[in-house]
């Protein structure tokens, strides 16, 4: 009786697991195929998430901080033995240099090579001052358009 019941149980939990992997792999296409107007929408995990798979598409290593005491960093990439902390702001008005206070911060935590901030708006005049004295990278709007379009292909 009793192997019987473990036998059900691995079934079924084989099976809740390939549900949930197949709805995972469902969600990662719809948030993959996003274009600029559905980022507008997204929540900031949903964008986080987004960045990972387009990074990851790119060729990167990519590792997601908590949600929660992350020190500044939303993303860790790794590539060609450099470590870049991202810092991603899904906004709905222009990014101050709040963002790249953080992302400074987080590049002494993280013991990383680059640090960028992504947005899906634009930067203050304050933050490119900022990010230009760190070499702390800004990707706007544009540039966030562009790294969608040459991401969605897998390398």
Known sequence: MIPLILGAAAVL???????????????EKRI???GIREVDEM?????????????????????????SQDYGADLVLYKDGEKIVVQAKRYKNPVSVKAVQEIVSAVKYYNADKAMVITN??????????????SVELWDRNKLIDFMIKAKIPN
Do not use: C, H, M, W
Not at 15 to 24: L, M, T
């Open 121 to 134: 708006n634009r930067f203050t005049g304050n933050a490119y001052n900022l990010a230009r004295s760190n």
């Open 43 to 67: 929540s900031g995990k949903e964008f986080e998430k987004l960045l990972s798979l387009l990074f990851k598409n790119a060729g990167y290593q990519v590792k997601l901080t908590p949600g």
């Open 32 to 34: 993959l195929n996003s």
């Open 13 to 27: 939990g084989a099976v809740i697991y390939g549900v949930n992997e197949s709805e995972r792999k469902d969600e």
